[in-house]
């Protein structure tokens, strides 16, 4: 088999692909890209065995049809060093020997046969499907991945869901401490149905799909399949049911403060350089001011800073812990945030004060006891 494609063209495509390889697989050949020739495109596939990713690119020149495992990790070290120019592979289909030309020399290594390689596994019968935008996976990732857990005992917490209806579509992730839930009016599946998408093949997915392109996405109750104009991921989900999310957020949450995000951001961080070991900082709300404090008994350390705000509610102290609040804050894309809380010893929200067009977005961190 020998076939001739773009020496820039393909390094992209394997630096897209080999992010679902593993560092250390316990199935060697899986440290291999999967090369396939149908006509004159060329498919890679890389996976760990949970996550598969699949790129396809066009090649100028093919003798005729086949597949050989290269190795990857140095295959990509090689055409990293090479200036943008067609490089050649002729594959011995005998002993899968592979040698790479281009215009200055060649190197050869040793590839696999690629029936060994693991085949991919179709979904079952039941399968539903859709069609959502790119930008609409990308920002539900983004604003709830951070918030997915970390528990091997709950693994259904350990991944983002996808809460989908006819007409919009949610995405939540939680680890029991805060809530993230990103809602997009303008996705419109057209079906009512959910999954547990986790948190590795959530993060891939992120990082292969490009602004504007119409995703296909189909699953079962197994596995997921996201596929693009370039690229295909395909992963099991996550097993189990999720929590009633809906269930733990306050409804009735009568004291609101509205604050610059960068500003509490920036006092929280600066304040927690003297918590203790727990990150407790604590919020005394009076009449259009915050004062933010830390202390550690055992160092003699304690700070405090007062920041302006909009708040015209009784007198009020919260505590929250630093690392979850300064976590949501980053994560939340607006100037001014606001704060809606009903107890000190219950919920807080955190929404954006000036919501974009379609969006919908919400966080929840549970308060320390001060």
Sequence with gaps: MKFIVSSGDLLSRLQVAV????????????????????????????????????????????????????????????????????????????????EISTVTGSNSQMGRNAADYPQLQGLDSNSQSFVVKSDVLIAGISHTLFA????????????IFFDIEPNEMTFVATDSHILARY????AKAGIESSFVLGKKPASLLKSILSAGD????????????????????TCRLV???????????PVENPFHV???????????????????????????????SVRVSAQDLDFSCKAEETLECQYDGQPMKIGL???YFTSIL?????NEIEMQISDPSRAALIIPVDKKEHEDELMLIMPMKV
Aim: glycine share 4%; charged share 25%; hydrophobic share 35%.
């Design 239 to 249: 097993d189990g049911v999720y929590p009633q999310y809906k269930s733990v957020i």
């Design 19 to 98: 992010k679902a390889i593993a560092s250390k697989s316990p199935i060697e050949i899986l440290e291999n890209f999967l090369f396939t020739i149908k006509g004159k495109q060329l498919s890679i596939t890389a996976s760990d065995s949970d996550v598969i990713i699949v790129t396809t690119l066009a090649v100028s020149e093919a003798d005729h049809d086949g597949s050989v495992a290269i190795p990857g990790s140095r295959l990509i070290e090689y055409l990293k060093r090479l200036p943008e120019q067609p490089v050649s592979f002729n594959v011995n289909d005998e002993n899968f020997a592979v």
């Design 148 to 159: 997915t857990g970390n528990d091997e005992l709950r693994p259904i917490m350990n991944g």
């Design 330 to 334: 980053s994560n939340v894309n607006a």
């Design 321 to 323: 812990k630093a690392s």
């Design 183 to 186: 809602t997009r009016d303008d």
């Design 214 to 233: 119409d995703i296909e996405v189909t699953y079962d109750g197994k596995s997921a399949i996201f596929k693009s104009t370039n690229h295909t991921l």
């Design 258 to 288: 509205s604050v610059n995000r960068q500003d509490i951001t920036n006092a929280v961080l600066r304040t927690a350089l003297c918590a203790d070991g727990t990150e407790l900082v604590k919020f005394d709300l009076n009449s259009n």
